[in-house]
Structure formats: structure tokens, C-alpha cells
């Protein structure tokens, strides 16, 4: 405590402590003032946005949480198509398969440009890089639209390496396209004789000369005609004429007396039906229900009932007859090139997803699609009225299938083959669906979609003389 000398000493002391407490208690006050100032402004500022997001939400769908800065939506369709596509199809620590087949689930790819003799598209900035060829998507496309078809589709496979070179689909009714795909399954006709076929050869000893009996005509369902003994019957006819010609009956008595139920499923196992084949688009399972029932199996294993598959995987199983047996897993993206020019992704490898047949199983089955063509079902599609070959010197081999369905409903017209020659193979499925009127077949597709990859390869058109007297 300061001592006091007089009157005037003391008073200054009070003086001084007295100006002490006032800048004390006014430094408190300005701390407080400022304080407040600060909760005022957060405040405001956080009532502000609160009553703005308030107010559009009630008015606008978005996309957006947390800090992340909210992205407004002009209509209901695009918040739609934002639900799936609201991220980085790569990501910063690199490309991220998973992220872009998230994209194509609800993106189908677009072929419309063209560089270095590859379909591009853009996507988040990124170029994708297909393998699809340009002459093989847009000859298929072409052929769809000039005969007005009420759908079409194709899917064509490198048979060795599994990369897929076209993939192509038309609805002449542009509000009907999402029904038609070559993702999609479909009701598969007599495709599935070439897996009833594999059966035979591989388990049972069947070879092309193998004679069936059989009464009635090559085709329809008469149910006495196919139950009857497989060794009996007016007909004969054999193995390899039955697979080119289709016969009906002959097939419904090797599934139903030889193959059976439980050797015919394992075939259509080990040719991936029911199972997911690993693919960057949102590719179905093609799908086999062989039943118990002694007739239904039959049926089964001629084509009749019981059996989808989608055009892509008929073309691999094309593939397999032609490259020795071998299931091939498709790839799509050759490579894909980052927005500063860099390649980020590459397809490396051929992954076999199983070994269906054999290579001499393949071979047998391959003479047989060949015939199929040269004396059989479809031959009309690849010889003119002149009895003339229209693709010379190249080697082409095939399936076809007939039924009727109603997803989208029509008769349903297949082809499933392969084109050997010049160096290069391809294997191709083609499927129209009509209603009432042919305008053209799925051997008709194929045969013109071969012609173009192999003779217009390159830009170079060249047409052969058997194509030019071709009927219409």
C-alpha cells in the first residue's frame, strides 16, 4: 500500500487507481462488444443460407452434402440421371473400373466418332477408346435401317482375344429402343442345338455320320413322333444334315435319349448360361431351365423352351467353335487416355473364363456350321439366285434359330456363326425380330456384316462379282 504524505498525495492516488478500474472495466466492455458483433454476423449470415437452402430445396431436387458446394437441378429428368452420375468416373488415386461401370449401368456407350480407326467418347474429360470397328457397327446399322426392321441386333467378337468389334442395335420405333440390345437375352431357337450338339459329341460319341430315326417331318412338335424309340422310325437322317438342316425331332430325341437333363445343364454351365460373364457394360446372364419332364426336355434341347440368351454371348459361343474351344471373357475399352494426355488404362491379356469343348469337339462342331451354310438352313442367306458364294475365299460357318416371343413380341429370327480368311476371324451373332413380314434375316445381317469387315476393311471396297448378281 502507498504511503500518503499529505491531502493533495492522497487524492492522486484515488485519482489514479480510479482511471485503472474505469480502462479496466472499458476494455472489458469493448471485448464483449466485439463478441457480440461476431455472433451477430455468424448468425445473420448462417439464417441467410439456412432460409435460401430452405426455399430451394422446397422448390428443386439437388445433389450435394456438407461443405461440398450444392448443385442445382433444371428438371426432374436430369435429377434422375444425376442420381447415377453424380461422381468422378476416376478417381484421384487413379482409374476406377467400378466407378465407370456405374456409368454405362444407366449410359449406354456412343459409336458416332471416329479417330485412328477407333470409336472415342468423352466422358468426365477422359477419352475412351473402343474396340469396336467402325465398318463392321456401321454396316450392321446401315442394313437395320434400309430394310425399316422392327428390331435389330448385332454383336460381333475378335474369337482369340475376346475384344468386342460390334455392337450394334435398331428400333425402327425410336420410343422402343431400350427393348432391344445385345445385352439383353432373348428366347434362343435352335442356337441351343450347337450346345446340344457339344453334349453329344463330347459325352455320348456322336460324330457327324451318326444316323438318327425318325418319323414325322424335319420340323414341329408332334409329341408322339418325338418320343418314339430313337432307333425306330420311317426317317433317317444324320448328324451333321440334322445340326445343318435343323431337324427338330432329331434333336429333341439326342437331348432326350442320349444327352439327358443332367448332362444337357452341365453344357450350358460350362458355356456360362446362369452365370454372370464379367463385362464393363451391365451384360444380363443368358439363362437354361432344363426341366425333368421327359418331353419338356426334348423340347429343351431342340430350342423350344426354356433357354434366353443375349446376342453377345451367342457370339462368344460362336467364338468358341472357332478359336479350339476356348470361352473368351469380352472387353470393350482398349484403352482409356486422361484429360493431360496420359494413358491411364490399357487392356492386357486374354483371360479364359472356361474350355466348354475341346479342339477337336470345336473342330467337328465347326465342319458343321460350315455345312450348315453350304447345304443347310443357311444357305439362302450366304448364296445369290445364281448358286454363286458371295463371300469367295472366305470360310464361313453359322447356327440359325427361329421362334416366337413377346419381349417384344414377333417372330424372332437368329444367326450365330464366324468368317475365317484373309488373315483374320471374327465371330458374329445376329438376331430381327418381325412381325408379320421377312424383310431380312439374321443370316442376312451376318452375311452383309462379314462382306463389309472382311472385302471393306480399311476403307477398301471391294465388291466381288457373286455379291453384285446377289437377289435382293
Not at 492522497?10 to 466492455?29: C, E, P
Not at 455472433?39 to 426455399?55: E, Q
Not at 429343351?300 to 470361352?327: D, M, R, Y
Not at 486374354?350 to 462342331?365: F, G, Q, R, S, Y
Amino acid at each position: 500500500m502507498e504511503r500518503i504524505k499529505d491531502w493533495k498525495s492522497y487524492q492522486k492516488i484515488l485519482n489514479r487507481q480510479k482511471r485503472k478500474k474505469n480502462n479496466f472495466a472499458s476494455l472489458i466492455k469493448l471485448i464483449g462488444f466485439l463478441i457480440f458483433v461476431i455472433l451477430l454476423v455468424y448468425g445473420s449470415v448462417r439464417i441467410f443460407y439456412f432460409g435460401k437452402s430452405y426455399l430451394l430445396i422446397r422448390n428443386k431436387q439437388f445433389r450435394g452434402t456438407g461443405i461440398r458446394p450444392i448443385n442445382f437441378i433444371k428438371d426432374k429428368a436430369e435429377a434422375v440421371k444425376s442420381a447415377t452420375l453424380d461422381f468422378n468416373p476416376f478417381l484421384d488415386a487413379g482409374f476406377s473400373v467400378k466407378a465407370l461401370k456405374a456409368y454405362f449401368r444407366h449410359n449406354p456407350p456412343v459409336f458416332n466418332k471416329i479417330k485412328n480407326g477407333r470409336y472415342i467418347q468423352k466422358i468426365a474429360g477422359y477419352t475412351i477408346v473402343y474396340t469396336i470397328k467402325p465398318v463392321i457397327q456401321k454396316e450392321a446399322e446401315k442394313t437395320f435401317k434400309e430394310y425399316a426392321v422392327p428390331f435389330g441386333v448385332m454383336a460381333a467378337v475378335n474369337p482369340d482375344t475376346g475384344a468386342v468389334l460390334g455392337l450394334a442395335s435398331y428400333s425402327h420405333n425410336k420410343e422402343r429402343k431400350g427393348e432391344i440390345s445385345g445385352l439383353i437375352p432373348y428366347p434362343s431357337g435352335s442356337l441351343v442345338k450347337i450346345i446340344t450338339a457339344s453334349a453329344a459329341i463330347e459325352s455320348k460319341g456322336f460324330y457327324p455320320g451318326f444316323n438318327i430315326c425318325y418319323n414325322g417331318g424335319l420340323y414341329g412338335t408332334n409329341e408322339a413322333d418325338w418320343k418314339q424309340n430313337i432307333s425306330t422310325g420311317l426317317n433317317r437322317i444324320s448328324f451333321s444334315l440334322a445340326f445343318a438342316k435343323s431337324c427338330d425331332v432329331a434333336f429333341g430325341k439326342v437331348a432326350g435319349f442320349y444327352v439327358g437333363r443332367r448332362l444337357l445343364t452341365k453344357y450350358f454351365n460350362k458355356f456360362y448360361f446362369n452365370k454372370n460373364i464379367p463385362f464393363i457394360l451391365n451384360l444380363q446372364e443368358s439363362r437354361a431351365d432344363v426341366p425333368n419332364q421327359f418331353y419338356q426336355l426334348e423340347l429343351t434341347g431342340a430350342g423350344f423352351e426354356n433357354v434366353k440368351i443375349t446376342p453377345l454371348q451367342a457370339a462368344l459361343i460362336s467364338a468358341v467353335i472357332i478359336n479350339g474351344g476356348k470361352l473368351i471373357e469380352p472387353y470393350i475399352i482398349e484403352k482409356i487416355i486422361s484429360p493431360d494426355g496420359h494413358v491411364i488404362y490399357i487392356h492386357k491379356g486374354i483371360k479364359e473364363l472356361d474350355n466348354p469343348v475341346t479342339v477337336k469337339t470345336a473342330l467337328i462342331l465347326k465342319q458343321m456350321m460350315i455345312k450348315t451354310i453350304t447345304s443347310g438352313i443357311g444357305r439362302p442367306d450366304f448364296y445369290n439366285a445364281y448358286n454363286q458364294y458371295v463371300l469367295p475365299g472366305i470360310i464361313a460357318g453359322g447356327k440359325t434359330g427361329t421362334i416366337s416371343g413377346n419381349n417384344p413380341e414377333g417372330l424372332y429370327q437368329w444367326f450365330a456363326g464366324f468368317g475365317e480368311g484373309n488373315g483374320k476371324k471374327i465371330a458374329i451373332s445376329a438376331l430381327v425380330i418381325e412381325n408379320p413380314v421377312w424383310r431380312i434375316t439374321g443370316g442376312g445381317v451376318a452375311e452383309k456384316t462379314l462382306f463389309a469387315y472382311f472385302f471393306k476393311h480399311n476403307n477398301l471396297k471391294i465388291a466381288s462379282p457373286a455379291r453384285k448378281l446377289k437377289a435382293g
